[in-house]
């Protein structure tokens, strides 16, 4: 079957949703993954603007090869990489189907990271992307784009699976979505470390069953370091629901609540503490999403958020603080101006339509929205 897709038109053996209904057997195009490939090219045209030498790509798991035909058609001198036979032979095809430049291997990524040098490596694994991190990481020149699906490991929902893989103890809580966004983040900051290098998160989001990243990689030792000093670990109280947050790779988790005196305090980390995103990349890189593009609505309105949501490492659900305190739940706009009026910073998160971000505590959000 053909598939028509930002401006490119591939051919695909088969077509389904990997989230739900599993990688599967052969060679298969996932159309739920449009917008993480429209926001992957918004993002290669602003890194063109902010890197201009920044011109050699890798599609590490070329699968159809969609993702790197349409990068290809962005100017950028792709190569697409797997190990299905079938899966190459398909890149290849695709890339001559519309007219484009690049080749197809067939290789396994990790080794051929370390015989051949590229500016941006995208790495969009089926489950998590720990294996291929080294490789990438220490061999990029530029940038490293980052899908993870194991969002499962990396929200403490399987908890021993997040530690094992990503070397951090996650906690499943309410902002589950951000803790696995800072997990991984964690993960591949430190993995980059090893290598006296930098993996500054220029974008960053989650979305339905999978967290995506950005980083810029900065070969200077002292910028490590900096990611390294934003490191720490949450604290979470599960009768009152606040959360503190503490630097440094050493956890002093509180054997109290000190909101509520409550003892059921649940500790996470090392997480990723900074900011996900640099605003004025995002900002860019919303410049970049055009019509022809199938999820640019969504996109646009992803990026929005992203570009305005506060830096705090955890977010707040609206429901479920006010189920918490039996009340209804007002209009979200209504709730965070109610927010502001009291004299705090408050956002939307893009995690979700019920999220939002704030430095006030849970006594103060309860009194600034209670009407």
């Excluded at 993480?36 to 599609?59: C, F, G, K, W």
């Excluded at 930098?198 to 989001?205: C, E, G, K, M």
């Excluded at 309105?301 to 209804?328: G, I």
């Amino acid at each position: 079957m053909d598939v028509r897709e930002g401006g490119v038109v591939v051919s695909v053996p088969d077509a389904r949703d990997g989230a739900s209904e599993g990688a599967g057997d052969g060679v298969f195009y996932n159309p739920t993954q449009e917008l993480n490939r429209d926001v992957t090219v918004a993002t290669l045209r602003a890194y063109r603007e902010r890197e201009p030498r920044a011109s050699s790509y890798l599609d590490a798991m070329a699968a159809s090869g969609i993702r790197g035909v349409r990068a290809a058609a962005e100017g950028y001198d792709v190569t697409c990489a797997d190990v299905d036979a079938d899966a190459v032979e398909l890149a290849r095809e695709n890339l001559a189907r519309n007219d484009l430049g690049g080749e197809a291997v067939e290789r396994d990524v990790n080794p051929l990271l370390y015989e051949s040098l590229f500016d941006v490596v995208d790495l969009d694994p089926f489950g998590t992307p720990i294996p291929f991190a080294d490789a990438a990481l220490s061999n990029a020149r530029s940038m490293v784009c980052v899908t993870a699906t194991d969002t499962a490991p990396l929200c403490g929902a399987h908890q021993r699976s997040g530690i094992r893989k990503y070397s951090t103890l996650p906690q499943n809580t309410d902002y589950h979505p951000e803790m696995g966004l800072r997990v991984l983040l964690s993960a591949l900051i430190r993995t980059a470390a090893r290598y006296d290098k930098a993996a500054v998160p220029i974008l960053s989001h989650v979305t339905r069953h999978y967290a995506r990243t950005y980083l810029q990689i900065d070969a200077r030792a002292t910028r490590a370091d900096e990611l390294i000093d934003r490191l720490g670990y949450v604290h979470h109280c599960e009768d009152c629901l606040r959360r503190t947050h503490e630097f440094g790779l050493i956890a002093h988790p509180p054997d109290q609540c000190d909101a509520c005196g409550g003892d059921r305090i649940l500790s996470a980390g090392p997480l990723y503490l900074g900011p996900i995103r640099d605003a004025d990349f995002v900002h860019t890189v919303r410049e970049h999403v055009t019509d022809e593009m199938g999820e640019a609505a969504r996109a646009e309105r992803l990026l929005e958020t992203v570009e305005t949501e506060l830096d705090t490492p955890t977010h707040y659900d609206q429901h479920r603080l006010c189920k918490q305190w039996s009340r209804s739940a007002p209009a979200m706009d209504d709730f965070l101006e109610s927010l502001r009026d009291a004299g705090f910073e408050a956002t939307r998160a893009h995690y979700s339509g019920t999220a939002f971000k704030t430095d006030a505590g849970v006594p103060e959000i309860r009194e600034a929205t209670t009407e």
